[in-house]
């Protein structure tokens, strides 16, 4: 992109021109003025959130420059470090709410600003989002069981272990795949029943995480002044919308193995623990792996996930979604279909099919004469390409959206965020 459309510079203009006043009357002064509007140059006008935010706040694009954060690679843990210096002194869920969505603003920012400069590939982005919701899940998760056992004791189970509860992230979560705007799919597990001790009204372990789940659900799902942390979806669980917040351990697998169903296998490929009891929850998974992935070639699973297919294309035709880069003809739900209905047919036979990126498994695939290399090339390639078009869909407004935009000039600045001229 040599120069911007007209358009498009007058709208940068007017942004960079609130920024400049903003950054004034709060007395907010940057070393590079020339560096730093060159950067926003390739950023404002792709994003309305990104703008808005530095202009509501200047303050925070200073610290995230000042800090070289915009301009530097994130490592694994820092969101957890950056969490463990921000909540030593939290007393109160109130400072805990804020807290938590000023530093998911700040990260979005951050986040958004390094994919759109061209200075994060795909794999960065869909990584700093995970490691950021990762973080907030298990940091809130810690500050409120804590909370909750000097309210209602400490929840025991078989020989009086201490109990903790197991958070799962399914989906793009659970794959390490999360995108801008997603919903965090979660599932919530505890080991044991029994009940609480130390208290001089001990209540059931269930109702304890019952109400530890609503807390954490509150937490970061409501919307306050200072926006949300992240939309939780929980529907996957059990029974789905009718069935409890959690369930033991027993239960849970007593479930899966009378009553789980085909689609609920696809689901769980991705699964992955994110907070709470990290070695109970791997020894749920140990345990539902046998559900998943059975132990013989699973022809079966074809039907299954044509139905399942078919059932979201018709959805997509009653609802008029043309254009949905998600679950559209061509879309990132096709490519995962392709190489997940490898993974159900096999993945109890060949384990390194049991995989959670949709990348790893095409070139498993691939390697193992499967399907050509041609089509793992193709595959993999429409993936980056569409992913990386789901961000910049996203990160204009910080929307949950897969609609290509109809309006002209939109779909010009959605195709110039590309690198397209066009």
């Known amino acids: 992109m040599k120069t911007l459309p007209s358009e498009l510079k007058n709208d940068f203009d007017k942004k960079w021109q609130r920024f400049l006043m903003a950054a004034e009357e709060r007395r907010v002064f940057f070393a590079d003025m020339s560096d730093l509007r060159a950067a926003a140059l390739r950023v404002f006008p792709f994003s309305d959130f990104v703008a808005n935010s530095c202009i509501q706040s200047p303050a925070i694009l200073m610290d995230l420059y000042e800090s070289d954060d915009v301009r530097q690679s994130y490592h694994s843990r820092t969101y957890t470090d950056k969490l463990e210096a921000?909540?030593?002194?939290?007393?109160?869920?109130?400072?805990?709410?804020?807290?938590?969505?000023?530093?998911?603003?700040?990260?979005?920012?951050?986040?958004?600003?390094?994919?759109?400069?061209?200075?994060?590939?795909?794999?960065?982005?869909?990584?700093?989002?995970?490691?950021?919701?990762?973080?907030?899940?298990?940091?809130?998760?810690?500050?409120?069981y804590d909370r909750q056992c000097s309210l209602y004791g400490v929840p025991v189970g078989t020989g009086g272990s201490r109990q903790q509860l197991v958070v799962i992230g399914m989906g793009k979560l659970g794959g390490r795949e999360l995108n801008f705007s997603s919903d965090v799919d979660l599932i919530y597990a505890y080991p044991q029943n029994g009940k609480t001790t130390g208290v001089e009204k001990p209540v059931s372990n269930e109702e304890f995480f019952m109400r530890l789940c609503r807390s954490l659900l509150q937490i970061l799902?409501?919307?306050?002044?200072?926006?949300?942390?992240?939309?939780?979806?929980?529907r996957l669980r059990p029974y789905g919308d009718n069935g409890p917040l959690t369930m033991s351990f027993d239960a849970m697998e007593e479930y899966y193995q009378h009553q789980g169903r085909e689609w609920e296998r696809y689901a769980w490929i991705k699964a992955r623990v994110v907070a709470g009891d990290k070695a109970g929850g791997a020894k749920l998974l140990e345990k539902l792996n046998p559900f998943v992935y059975r132990r013989y070639l699973d022809f079966g699973a074809f039907e299954s996930l044509r139905n399942m297919k078919q059932k979201i294309t018709l959805e997509i035709k009653r609802m008029g979604m043309r254009g949905n880069i998600k679950l559209g003809r061509?879309?990132?739900?096709?490519?995962?279909?392709?190489?997940?209905?490898?993974?159900?047919?096999?993945?109890?036979?060949?384990?390194?099919?049991?995989?959670?990126?949709?990348?790893?498994?095409?070139?498993?695939?691939?390697?193992?004469?499967?399907?050509?290399q041609k089509v793992c090339t193709e595959l993999k390639n429409a993936y980056i390409f569409l992913r990386n078009l789901e961000h910049r869909l996203q990160e204009f407004s910080d929307q949950q959206t897969h609609q290509l935009p109809s309006n002209q000039s939109a779909r010009l600045r959605l195709a110039l965020s590309m690198g397209f001229e066009s």
């Open 86 to 144: 921000l909540l030593t002194q939290v007393e109160e869920e109130k400072q805990l709410e804020q807290i938590l969505r000023n530093l998911r603003r700040r990260e979005m920012i951050r986040i958004a600003w390094r994919d759109l400069s061209g200075q994060a590939d795909l794999f960065e982005t869909t990584s700093d989002l995970t490691n950021l919701a990762d973080a907030c899940i298990d940091h809130a998760l810690q500050l409120l």
């Open 221 to 234: 799902g409501k919307t306050t002044e200072d926006g949300l942390v992240f939309r939780i979806d929980l």
């Open 330 to 372: 061509g879309g990132i739900r096709e490519i995962e279909f392709f190489g997940q209905i490898f993974q159900l047919i096999r993945g109890g036979v060949t384990p390194p099919l049991q995989e959670r990126s949709i990348l790893k498994v095409l070139a498993y695939l691939a390697s193992g004469n499967y399907i050509p």
